[in-house]
């Protein structure tokens, strides 16, 4: 077996049924007797390119110019190039540096010899870059990419090949670039002049300035004051604002206190009232009582005081009757009574007198008796 090694700016690439596989870099590797394998760079390549076209306006110029590419697919590289006998580079090289030349050569013909000095760096070099990425990565039938890629293109040194003409176009540098001190100098003298009277206006402006920035000064002192003055309001107010907030939580939570106080005495006040009105209603009725009993006794001593008032009205005349038929009997003791004659005009004068004590005596006995009868006394 056959000891294949691969360095660190190489990629080995093994053959293997008919298939290239890519084993990496720095590495080691036993292959069999005929197994077919290639080693491919993978560092970075500079080519150079140089020639000489015509422009547009029929100057001949000389281009030089460089390009850098590495592999970073060596299978598709090893595919479209041969580096078995390690000329792929060369053949890489080759190819693109004929692309560059066909793409130069055109874009110069088209663009005049100022164009392709001042745009050495812009336009040519842009056209040698688009070559290169478009040969590399094929557009056409064959979609197969070379599996290399440009990492830079540029164009860069334009000589005049004409030695004539490069001394005419020298001297016409070199009138230009006197004519250019002249006008520096004039233009050096008018910016001196202009220096002055800037510097005369500076004075000017920076009197005005300081004016300005002692009158800005002033007016914002006088702000920067009136801002304090807003700000010390402005936490007086917000410090009113807290208190005041605070004493209407503080009230809030009294409020709170007292609802819930009152909420939790609520129903001890209820019983405690409901049972002092069961009381007063209990006393109420007590007195409602005593004053029936005493309205009680008072009629009873009224109907007592009454009742001896009438027996002492009843009693009087039954008291009373033996002295006024004593009184009677003394009055008409040896008198003859009779109706006819004087006697019967004395018993006329005292007809009314017995009536009345007959009437008087009658009502007593009367009342006696109904007295004795409900008292259950016979008379």
Excluded at 207 to 226: N, P, S, V
């Amino acid at each position: 077996m056959a000891i294949v090694r691969a360095g660190p700016n190489e990629y080995l690439l093994v053959g293997r049924r008919g298939v290239l596989e890519n084993r990496g870099s720095a590495v080691t590797v036993w292959l069999r007797p005929g197994t077919i394998y290639v080693l491919v760079p993978s560092t970075k390549q500079e080519a150079a390119f140089e020639f000489t076209q015509e422009t547009k306006d029929g100057v001949p110029l000389r281009f030089k110019g460089t390009f850098i590419y590495r592999i970073d697919d060596p299978t598709a590289a090893a595919t479209m190039f041969d580096f078995s006998r390690g000329h792929g580079i060369d053949q890489i090289t080759i190819l693109l540096t004929h692309v560059t030349f066909g793409e130069l050569r055109h874009a110069v013909s088209h663009m005049t010899m100022v164009e392709c000095i001042e745009q050495r760096k812009t336009t040519l070099s842009g056209v040698v870059a688009a070559a290169l990425q478009s040969t590399i990565h094929s557009d056409g039938n064959d979609s197969r990419e070379w599996g290399v890629r440009i990492e830079a293109a540029q164009v860069a040194q334009v000589f005049i090949v004409d030695a004539t003409l490069r001394q005419q176009l020298e001297a016409e540098v070199r009138n230009e670039i006197k004519l250019k001190a002249d006008q520096s100098n004039m233009q050096a003298q008018e910016q001196i002049q202009l220096a002055e009277l800037e510097s005369q206006g500076r004075v000017q402006e920076q009197k005005l300035a300081g004016d300005q920035a002692k009158l800005r000064r002033d007016e914002e002192m006088e702000l920067a004051q009136i801002a304090r003055q807003r700000r010390a309001q402005t936490e007086t107010l917000a410090t009113d604002r807290q208190i005041l907030e605070l004493e209407q939580e503080r009230l809030h939570a009294q409020l709170a206190a007292d609802r819930d106080r009152v909420t939790a005495e609520a129903p001890v006040r209820l019983l405690r009232l409901e049972t002092e009105r069961g009381i007063l209603a209990e006393e109420l009725t007590l007195l409602q009582l005593q004053n029936q009993v005493k309205a009680l006794e008072v009629e009873r001593d009224l109907l007592l005081a009454r009742a001896q008032q009438e027996l002492k009205v009843a009693i009087l005349p039954l008291e009373q009757a033996p002295r006024l038929v004593e009184s009677a009997s003394k009055v008409l003791q040896g008198t003859n009574l009779s109706i006819y004659g004087e006697g019967g005009q004395v018993l006329g004068q005292l007809a009314p007198l017995f009536d009345y004590m007959s009437r008087t005596i009658e009502k007593a006995t009367g009342a006696s008796v109904v007295q004795e009868a409900d008292s259950g006394v016979p008379a």
